[in-house]
Structures are given as structure tokens and as C-alpha cells.
């Protein structure tokens, strides 16, 4: 059975940084290729960032220079580290196997003015 777990999300102050982890069960994910989307209310699903099971890693305009995707093959883990929040950034943040199209149950992110 696969399992995404994020975690990480919470309340934070414009300007500021959270990590957010996807932890996986069932699942290699260095084999995998991974996303990370978000949702906003009355918002679409938009794809912010990805790594590739070779680490290649792609960002939305929105987020660039800003987040970074990374992966920790030990822990069977990905993570989204984001610098420099912004309100705009307030969306449920979710972790998916792009390759065989799991998703995890989504982590709310807030960022306050």
C-alpha cells in the first residue's frame, strides 16, 4: 500500500520560511518522479515544483528562487524548503508521485500580512 505523509505546514509571517516534508511508505521515490502542488480556495491545482528520479528539479515562475525541492534517498523522503513566504503562498500543499500518480492528503500552509 503506498502512503504520502506530508507535514511541516502552519501559520507564518510574511517574509518567512517552512519546510515541508513527504514522507512515503509503499514507495521508492528515488525511482520516482516528484511534485509538489498547491491549492487555494476558488484556486485550480498548480504544480510549484518537481524533481526528477535523476534530480533534475523545475519550479512554477511563482515560486522561483524562492522554494526548493529536494530529496532524501535515506529517508525515503522529499522535501519543499520555502524562503520568503508571501500571503499569495497560502494553499493546501500536497506531495504526488508523478510517475505512478499517488497523492498524499495535503498539509495547509498560511502565510499572514
Known amino acids: 500500500q503506498v502512503q504520502l505523509v506530508e507535514s511541516g505546514g502552519g501559520l507564518v509571517q510574511a517574509g518567512g520560511s517552512l519546510r515541508l516534508s513527504c514522507a512515503a511508505s509503499g514507495i521508492i521515490l528515488s525511482i520516482n518522479n516528484m511534485g509538489w502542488y498547491r491549492q487555494a480556495p476558488g484556486k485550480e491545482r498548480e504544480l510549484v515544483a518537481a524533481i526528477s528520479s535523476s534530480g533534475t528539479t523545475s519550479y512554477a515562475d511563482s515560486v522561483k528562487g524562492r522554494f526548493t525541492i529536494s530529496r532524501e534517498n535515506a529517508k525515503n523522503t522529499v522535501y519543499l524548503w520555502m524562503n520568503r513566504l508571501k500571503p499569495e503562498d497560502t494553499a493546501v500543499y500536497l506531495c504526488?508521485?508523478?510517475?505512478?500518480?499517488?497523492w498524499g492528503q495535503g498539509t495547509q500552509v498560511t502565510v499572514s500580512s
Open positions: 504526488r508521485s508523478i510517475t505512478t500518480g499517488y
